[in-house]
């Protein structure tokens, strides 16, 4: 679990994208339960939207609206790892176990060859 202080470290490298998995995870669990944290991210984000959309001259301005897509967007990446986290984990037990019982079928073969009799 993230302290508030680690959380607030994280806060302009999640808004620029240059969080991994695992600190992306436990940054988004924690501004979900940190009021304080949330704000803070609330304050930069806004800052931080605020200039790239007077920049780009989008004159969209709905900053909070971008803030809950980008959390959700966040989410999402955070679940869709964890998904091929467990998918790649599924692949490597099935192929483990096919080859266990290919290995065990033809010991069989073998036995009943009489190459080991």
């Known amino acids: ?11 302009m490298p999640y808004i620029e994208g240059r969080l991994d998995e695992q600190e992306l995870e436990a940054f988004l669990n924690h501004v979900s339960g940190c009021a304080s944290c949330r704000e803070e991210l609330e ?3 806004t800052v931080s939207e605020g200039l790239r959309q007077l920049d780009s001259g989008t004159g969209v301005y709905d900053i909070p609206g971008a803030l809950s897509e980008s959390l959700d967007i966040a989410w999402m990446k955070v679940r869709a790892v964890r998904l091929r986290r ?3 984990y599924a692949v490597t037990t099935l192929g483990t176990v096919s080859l266990l019982v290919m290995l065990i079928m033809q010991l069989r073969i073998w036995v009943q060859g009489g190459l080991f009799g």
């Not at 680690?6 to 806060?11: D, I, Q």
């Open 1 to 11: 679990m993230l302290t508030c202080r680690e959380a607030e470290k994280m806060v």
């Open 43 to 45: 304050i930069y984000f």
């Open 86 to 88: 467990i998918i790649s």
